[in-house]
């Protein structure tokens, strides 16, 4: 990737993120080849479970503008709650475990350029707005061991996300599976019931005014009743 191509997705990043919405995901990095994963489940639809979702959705729309307009919400929502990965101890994880809490899962690679240009976005953004209701969950999805994806996240800085990981690619091909993923980095938004609200494919400054709204509205509830 020569330096131009880095400081023009670097202005992208900034600056078009209404366009992303538009391109839904052009600005990604497309990914040619995954591999068979590590038995991550796809979501378990469950139309009853998810019902008061529909209403939520529907409030949180207004909100997928600016920064955000590339984000676009699901119809119908569904539990994604046996996704896996593991955490930075090795041990495996659902977002079955992150219930009560609503979830921003946010998948990239160190070989990603707008993945590790939107890093920083999301540290900044799980340091505002993270707490026992609200996490970033950010889960690379590199081959191999876990040396580069932690030196990454040191070297520049990255302090607040926690080192989760999926080196088999199984919650990318998951969620490939569904139509959700086509390249990197994916953004999905999934309430404290484990059901999916809205995804996108492509970079955002989530640490905008715009990306600041649309989590804090889900985190907080008040988009989910009249």
């Given at each position: ?8 997705s670097?202005v ?17 990095v497309y ?6 994963g ?5 979501q ?7 019902a ?5 959705i ?5 909100l997928?503008?600016?920064q ?16 896996t990965?593991?955490?930075g ?6 977002i ?8 921003l899962?946010n998948?990239?690679?160190t070989?990603c ?8 976005a999301?540290?900044?953004?799980e340091?505002a ?5 609200f ?5 690379n999805i ?7 994806p932690r ?8 302090s607040?996300?926690k080192p989760y990981?999926d080196?088999?690619m199984?919650?990318?091909n998951?969620l ?5 993923a086509?390249?990197l ?8 019931q484990?059901?999916?609200?809205s ?9 905008s ?7 804090t ?7 989910a009743?009249p």
């Open positions: 990737m020569t330096e131009k191509t880095t400081r023009r670097t992208g990043l900034l600056s078009v993120a209404a366009l992303l919405g538009v391109l839904a995901g052009a600005a990604g990914v040619m080849e995954s591999r068979s590590n038995g991550a489940a796809t378990t639809a469950d139309a009853g479970q998810c008061a979702s529909k209403d939520r529907a409030r949180l729309t207004p997928m503008k600016g955000a307009a590339a984000m676009a919400p699901v119809d119908p929502p569904r539990r994604l709650d046996q996704l990965f593991k955490d101890s090795g041990a495996e994880r659902r079955a475990d992150f219930a009560g809490r609503s979830v899962l998948l990239w690679a070989w350029v707008p993945c590790r240009e939107e890093m920083p999301l540290d900044a953004l340091k707005e993270g707490n026992d209701r996490e970033v969950v950010a889960v590199d081959t191999g061991g876990d040396e580069k030196a990454f996240l040191s070297e520049t800085g990255v607040a996300l990981r080196s088999s199984g919650i990318f998951a490939k599976r569904e139509g959700l086509f390249g980095p994916v953004t999905l938004l999934i309430d404290d484990g059901c999916l609200l995804a996108m494919n492509g970079p955002a400054s989530w640490d005014a715009d990306g600041r709204a649309l989590v509205a889900v985190r907080d509830g008040g988009p009743s």
